[in-house]
């Protein structure tokens, strides 16, 4: 059996190394976008592909999980079911496996309407927040954040949660974070407590001026 | 002592409604507030409420002059008291019917209607009974007493303070700062970390263009990724070739572990295709 097809992850991980690094090295750079986390906040993605059909997505809560379908209540009173398979990037503030996603939580997901009525997911992002804050207070683990009216714990994650000031690229650096800045954060909500686990915390061109 | 707070109630109250008044009726924010007001709900018209909140700013003045001037009657007190009612009738309309809104009250910012908003209208309430009850001028009660009516005045502005609709701005977030400022940056020590966040990584990558050649096979998001060697493996999952003959891929990407776009413009990212069932390379790129 090669390490390809066995179940040790660490055999498959080192595979899949070896086979990444004999791959052929492109050199340059583009000026198309991104797809991560913020895909889940952009337009549907009309595929190149003739062949494929068009992403749907579907959001809302999950409200049961029936081995591989999640049924999900949407929003605005709609109904759908998603199918997440071995192929499915989960996202839950950091790329994850579908055994993160519990019934309560909240979802996102891209993929194609198979004829059974389920949606075949590409990718789920769980819990996933993008919402304009204030800094009100910063501590070692955790920050104080408004958003309107609504005060939120922004969770700091070990290694996980990184900055970005202006237009440079994010950073592991959290200190030139300042009480008062105005911030776009994209994180992870849990749905136990209410906060949000934060994976970055954009801040405004000139600010994160070291004093 | 309960005297002197009887006393010197008109004063008390007059420093609860007078800002408050000035706020609504001068406040260059009352005009932009009033329509998320439970009052603009309750008027259907977020020009009528404006027009309200200034109205209520006039009455809140002309009683704080009243109740702070002789000659000493219990009419501002009495009128401060009925004020203080409507207010709690008010927030609770807006509690039931707008929760959420904005109560208006201090027309100097959002601040949904909280318990904070239900103390202040029923201090109201007893201060102006309290007034109403005053059996001599505050400033003469004052003087007969100037230290203890200093305590009381400065402990009234310390509640006032912490039933403030805004405490964050007031004095939560100066404290912090002051704070930090004392003890340092809690987060000093990330300064020194040098890993880039993967977050950067994937920035990196969906700029190259080995990115762009294989986007087309590409389906999920990124599936998983880890570091060996100084290069970070990003694993996505994708479809290769269409119809029939079209079978899931695994998409395999290597990119300097250290690299981002603050210190690479031309990344160089190694691409593979692999059969996701077989692992066999199924596509050259390049």
């Known amino acids: 059996m090669s390490a390809y097809r066995t179940g040790d992850p660490l055999d498959r991980r080192r595979f899949l190394t070896t086979t990444a690094l004999h791959g052929a090295t492109v050199i340059g750079a583009t000026a198309l976008g991104a797809v991560d986390a913020d895909a889940a906040f952009a337009a549907p993605i009309r595929p190149l592909d003739p062949a494929v059909a068009e992403s749907a997505f579907a959001e809302g809560r999950i409200t049961a999980i029936n081995d591989d379908v999640l049924a999900v209540a949407g929003s605005y009173g709609d109904h759908s079911r998603v199918r997440v398979t071995g192929a499915t990037s989960v996202w839950k503030a950091r790329a994850t496996t579908a055994a993160d996603i519990e019934t309560g939580d909240g979802l996102y997901a891209r993929g194609v309407p198979l004829p059974d009525g389920t949606l075949a997911a590409d990718a789920v992002w769980v819990n996933i927040v993008n919402l304009h804050a204030t800094i009100r207070g910063i501590e070692k683990t955790r920050l104080h954040l408004a958003h309107g009216q609504h005060e939120i714990v922004g969770n700091l994650m070990t290694e996980a949660t990184s900055a970005a000031y202006g237009t440079a690229s994010p950073t592991a650096d959290l200190s030139r974070l300042t009480i008062g800045q105005s911030a776009q954060v994209l994180g992870a909500w ?11 915390v954009a801040v405004a061109p000139g600010a994160g001026r070291r004093r | 002592m309960s005297a002197l707070v009887r006393d010197l109630a008109p004063l008390l109250l007059a420093g609860v409604l007078g800002p408050a008044g000035a706020g609504k009726l001068f406040g260059r924010g009352t005009a932009r507030q009033a329509p998320r007001t439970a009052l603009a709900r309750l008027l259907r018209h977020g020009g009528r409420a404006a027009l309200a909140l200034r109205v209520l700013g006039a009455l809140e003045l002309l009683l704080a002059a009243a109740l702070l001037a002789p000659p000493v009657t219990p009419l501002p007190g009495a009128a401060a008291a009925l004020l203080g009612a409507g207010f709690l009738g008010y927030l609770g309309y807006a509690r039931a019917a707008a929760p959420g809104s904005s109560c208006g009250c201090t027309a100097r910012r959002d601040a949904p209607v909280t318990w904070r908003a239900f103390v202040r209208a029923a201090a109201v309430l007893v201060g102006g009974g309290a007034a109403a009850a005053a059996q001599r001028p505050w400033w003469t009660a004052a003087g007969h007493r100037p230290g203890a009516a200093l305590c009381l005045a400065l402990a009234a502005a310390v509640a006032l303070t912490a039933l403030s609709a805004d405490p964050d701005r007031r004095w939560r977030m100066p404290l912090r700062r002051l704070r930090l400022r004392i003890t340092g940056h809690p987060l000093a020590a990330t300064g020194a970390r040098t890993a880039v966040p993967i977050a950067a990584t994937v920035e990196l990558l969906e700029r190259s263009r080995a990115w762009q050649s294989v986007s087309r096979v590409v389906r999920s998001a990124l599936l998983d990724h880890w570091d060996d060697g100084g290069w970070r493996i990003l694993q996505f999952a994708g479809v290769y070739g269409g119809g029939p003959a079209a079978r899931p891929v695994l998409v395999l990407f290597a990119v300097d572990a250290g ?27 390049a």
């Open chain 2, 259 to 285: 690299a981002s776009l603050d210190t690479v413009r031309e990344p160089a990212v190694r691409v593979s295709v692999i059969d996701a069932d077989s692992g066999a390379p199924v596509m050259a790129t």
């Open chain 1, 190 to 200: 849990r749905p136990s407590d209410g906060s949000v686990d934060l994976v970055r």
